[in-house]
């Protein structure tokens, strides 16, 4: 490593009376030579040295600055405190920062992992203690429950008010994609409600909140979320008011009276005291019909599909859409068959709606030979424009080209009503 240009090293060891009793089977004063051992001889190499004291944060507090001070006299460069099983509260990880710093003389990181719920906190308080740095992971990805989330800690330090003004040098309009990339590679699914770039972040459905929101963002969304990359998003369901129904259709264009408005919430409340969100293509369709136009309707209809896959043979899909009253029939192959339904449905709107799948992500509800799983496609047309679209069923293959259809949908309506501006 050191012939390939390597110049910075971590060295750490476990210094618990727990991990040295059960895990080392040493003694602590054995545990300090061999700390001091390993990082003369890093030094000797010439490289620069970061020494961690595993498990520091349930270390009795007296032979953790000691051994801080043992490494620190042989040439340690930087000191990081591990709290290994997210055993600290704030304030004992801001103690024992400040004890650290007075002992060592030396830059501060602190690791803190998220048993408790507490990563994010304890690093904030650590660094208002006085560390430099703080060993994060994009959505709080780790051991077990992870570690300090990022796009928390860097939104914390920017937004919240502090004494003192902190920089993190992020690209902050980057969080959102940088999570959504994460997540699909590793394959860990970011859960709705997560802070900053959970998918609910910045949605709202109940009537109060829509409200408040449309009056000013800042009533019910501390940060604007164009800050990390987002949008917000108003939901239609058993808890949402007239204001954020009537929000959804401006979108469109689409301006109903308040009578009509109230007509359209009833549908809508109805259908959510069944358990159902309300999709905006079917919002459209509802206000069709008490709007009494037509136009407010799905354009994009699957009429017909089949499949084929097997040991030995390509995947090959049909696919048959009716787009605005006219027929268009297309076969592809793919990888898979949702792939291959995909790739076929792609051949025909990529020439007539000019809409292209930018993402696609596949969750399972429940277990079991017969599992729901719950599909979430994002489309994109040629202007630049987005729409996402969930659909949930047993056939992983249908419910993947029924949230495509439907994103299509979602993309060509807000379109098509925008330039007609029906309601007006």
Partial sequence: AISAGLKYVHIFIATSDIHLKYKLKITREQALVKAVEAVQYAKSLGVQVEFSAEDATRTDRDFLKKIFKAVTEVGADRIDIPDTVGYSTPQYLAAITKDTIEATHLPVSVHCHNDFGLAVANAISAIQAGAQCAHVTINGIGERAGNASLEELVMSLQCLQFDTKYETNIDTKLLYE????????????????KAIVGENAFGHESGIHTHGVLSNPLTYEPISPELVGRTRWFQVGK????????AMLEEYGIQPTKEQTHQILDRVKKLGDQGKHVTDVELLAIAGEVMQQQGLRRLVHLTGFSVSTGIGNMPYAFVKLNIEGKDFIS???????VDASINAIQKITGEIAKVRIKDYRLD??????E??????????????????AKSIGEDIVITSVQAMIDGINRIMLKKILKQKNLGH
């Fill in 371 to 388: 599992a729901l799983c719950e599909v979430t496609i994002k489309v994109e047309d040629a202007y630049g424009n987005q729409a996402s």
């Fill in 331 to 337: 076969t592809d192959y793919g990888v898979g068959p």
């Fill in 364 to 369: 399972t509800i429940s277990g079991g030979s």
């Fill in 239 to 246: 808890h949402a008011g007239a204001h954020g129904v009537a």
């Fill in 178 to 193: 940088t999570s959504r990339y994460i997540s699909k590679i590793v394959g860990v699914q970011v859960q709705p409600n």
